[in-house]
């Protein structure tokens, strides 16, 4: 029984569900960033390269006997390759400045609570009754 309380207590820790939560934004996130670089980068990059598209750049290596007999290419397909790091890049990059603007609003709050004095607390009636009695000693 010890064994699946101690499950229990690590799934529904915080950390265990921030991190599922992150994983899942982080995998739906990775889709727009394909989209962008597939849709939206990709096909000026390539038409301002002569019109060539990066994931059919390979290299053909020779050919050999398919499962349905046909001789089949053989090919070093670096293109996709090319196309997968510029998606690295990107995603790097949006994450780069994620951390960032949240490390910039870190500044600016933690320098706003230094910025504002914190009043001090009133003294009790016996601290200003021991005040009074000082300045009188000290006047004497």
């Given amino acids: 029984m010890s064994l699946i309380k101690e499950f229990r207590d690590f799934a ?7 991190m599922a939560v992150g994983v899942i934004i982080g995998g739906a996130f990775g889709k727009i960033v394909t989209s962008i670089v597939n849709d939206l980068i990709m096909p000026p990059v390539g038409w301002l390269c002569g019109g060539m598209n990066f994931k059919d750049l390979a290299i053909k290596l020779g050919e050999q006997v398919g499962e349905d007999g046909k001789m089949v290419p053989v090919n070093f397909a670096y293109g996709n390759f090319i196309q997968t ?33 914190e009043a001090p607390a009133e003294p009790s009636a016996e601290e200003k009754l021991l005040t009074e009695i000082r300045d009188l000693l000290k006047n004497k």
């Fill in 85 to 117: 790091t510029i998606d690295f890049i990107i995603v790097a990059f949006c994450v780069f400045m994620m951390v960032k603007g949240i490390n910039k609003l870190k500044d600016k709050f933690s320098k706003e609570k230094e910025a504002e004095p």
């Fill in 12 to 18: 529904v820790k915080g950390n265990a569900v921030d």
